[in-house]
């Protein structure tokens, strides 16, 4: 019987699928963008939860720095690794039992601080521009005789000087007020809540020696984000592929020639 012949068209390479849905090299660097994305999100927080303690501040001591209630990051360090203007956490039982404490590093051992001097904090006798005080106050606002942090210990402040328990209030203590540099656990890196970012390391104490350098938090919030990405990105490959090629096939048709 004359019947119709039908013709029909095949894909090469054995039929398979050659559209995005079907493509095995989109399909490989969608599973290797999740993969390298799961590596760096989860190795970004392994590495913050190594690095970094959070803290939540009680008072508002370190206003505007640091509000009473905020959240905090800090560094681990070892207490030799702290420097002047540094924002740090320590334990000392003569200032509080049993809790944490949040001040700023203005002496290390061996330095005469005093105030004031033309209403400024003088430290082996200059004058240190502190922009981190609250707005209108003066560094002379609680003045204190000179004194000489002795060596392995540290002389610290509130940024809000008038209501902040700090070493002014324990110059009668024998040791003047300071704290022993081992007593620090953490240095303050960033206020996480709300979002105000990274501390800036203040210049006016850069003449007296070196300023330390911010931790690693910036790097790792790049690998958690960058990490996010991948994987978000990688995941949507399949959906999004699967939708193009659906719309494509409408617009042209069935496949197949008669």
């Known amino acids: 019987m004359g019947g119709e012949s039908t013709t029909?068209?095949?894909?090469r390479g054995g039929g398979a699928d050659t559209g995005p849905v079907g493509s095995r090299t989109?399909?490989?660097?969608?599973g290797l963008a999740v993969a390298l994305g799961l590596v760096l999100f989860l190795g970004g927080f392994a590495w913050g939860a190594v690095v970094y303690r959070p803290y939540t501040v009680p008072t508002s001591s370190m206003t505007p720095t640091i509000d009473a209630g905020e959240r905090i990051l800090a560094e681990r360090v070892d207490g030799d690794e702290v420097r002047r203007g540094d924002v740090v956490v320590f334990k000392d039982t003569a200032w509080v039992t049993n809790a944490l404490v949040v001040k700023r590093v203005v002496a290390v051992g061996g330095d005469?601080?005093?105030?004031?001097?033309?209403?400024?904090?003088?430290?082996?006798?200059?004058?240190?521009?502190?922009?981190?005080?609250?707005?209108?106050?003066?560094?002379?606002?609680?003045?204190?005789?000179?004194?000489?942090?002795?060596?392995?210990?540290?002389?610290?402040?509130?940024?809000?000087?008038?209501?902040?328990?700090?070493?002014?209030?324990?110059?009668?203590?024998?040791?003047?007020?300071?704290?022993?540099?081992?007593?620090?656990?953490?240095?303050?890196?960033?206020?996480?809540?709300?979002?105000?970012?990274?501390?800036?390391r203040p210049a006016g104490f850069e003449a007296l020696g070196a300023l330390s350098t911010p931790g690693p938090l910036s790097t790792i919030g790049v690998l958690i984000v960058v990490g996010a990405v991948l994987v978000l990105g990688g995941g949507a490959y399949g959906p999004v592929a699967k939708l193009l090629g659906g719309r494509s096939r409408s617009r042209t048709g069935p496949a197949g020639a008669h």
């Open 8 to 11: 029909r068209t095949v894909p």
């Open 26 to 30: 989109g399909q490989r660097l969608s």
């Open 112 to 200: 005469t601080v005093a105030c004031c001097t033309n209403g400024k904090l003088t430290v082996n006798g200059k004058q240190i521009d502190e922009p981190y005080l609250p707005a209108g106050s003066l560094a002379e606002d609680t003045a204190f005789p000179a004194v000489t942090v002795p060596k392995g210990r540290l002389f610290l402040l509130g940024d809000e000087r008038q209501g902040s328990l700090d070493s002014t209030a324990h110059l009668t203590d024998a040791a003047s007020g300071t704290v022993a540099r081992d007593a620090v656990t953490a240095r303050v890196d960033a206020v996480v809540w709300p979002m105000d970012g990274m501390l800036k």
